[in-house]
């Protein structure tokens, strides 16, 4: 019998504008506390209801951006690259900046700071296990492939 390979699909620049678009919008606010930690901006406001507000813009954000990716579903369909690397890169500094807001986010919580070590080395072998598997599936960029 013939050796048959699984079947490999080619994704369309939709999927992979959807799945970058989405995880920027996880991503979003985390990183702008990230900018409003290194510029002390929680000592001029209220940073809970700087979050709050934030956290909304970010929804409308998140709906304004669902629509234009709805309307331009069918251009976006027809584009196909066999590797997707350069917005496997993006989506890599994205995790990576939005990893190290959520790290921010849990200290303006006012979370045990002596905790902050276990719960990043968690979230990213998490965040890191999930990239692994959207780089092999979605993006063709096997990053622990043997040759």
Same mark, same amino acid.
């Given at each position: 019998? +013939?050796?048959?390979?699984?079947?490999?699909?080619?994704?369309?620049?939709?999927?992979?504008?959807?799945?970058?678009?989405?995880?920027? +919008?996880?991503?979003?606010?985390?990183?702008?506390?990230?900018?409003?930690?290194?510029?002390?901006?929680?000592?001029?406001?209220?940073?809970?209801?700087?979050?709050?507000?934030?956290?909304?813009?970010?929804?409308?954000?998140?709906?304004?951006?669902?629509?234009?990716?709805?309307?331009?579903?069918?251009?976006?369909?027809?584009?196909?690259?066999?590797?997707?690397?350069?917005?496997?890169?993006?989506?890599?500094?994205?995790?990576?900046?939005?990893?190290?807001?959520?790290?921010?986010?849990?200290?303006?919580?006012?979370?045990?700071?002596?905790?902050?070590?276990?719960?990043?080395?968690?979230?990213?072998?998490?965040?890191?296990?999930?990239?692994?598997?959207?780089?092999?599936?979605?993006?063709?960029?096997?990053?622990?492939?043997?040759?």
């Amino acid at each position: 019998m +013939m050796d048959v390979k699984r079947k490999l699909r080619i994704y369309s620049q939709y999927e992979i504008n959807v799945i970058n678009f989405y995880a920027s +919008m996880i991503w979003l606010l985390p990183m702008i506390l990230v900018v409003t930690y290194v510029f002390e901006v929680d000592r001029l406001l209220n940073i809970n209801q700087f979050i709050f507000w934030t956290a909304i813009s970010n929804g409308v954000i998140t709906l304004i951006g669902t629509g234009v990716l709805l309307l331009k579903r069918d251009a976006m369909k027809r584009k196909v690259k066999a590797g997707y690397r350069n917005e496997f890169v993006y989506l890599l500094f994205v995790c990576a900046f939005g990893l190290l807001g959520f790290v921010v986010f849990y200290d303006y919580m006012g979370f045990d700071r002596q905790f902050i070590a276990n719960v990043l080395i968690v979230t990213a072998a998490l965040l890191f296990y999930i990239l692994l598997k959207l780089g092999r599936k979605f993006y063709k960029f096997d990053y622990m492939k043997k040759k």
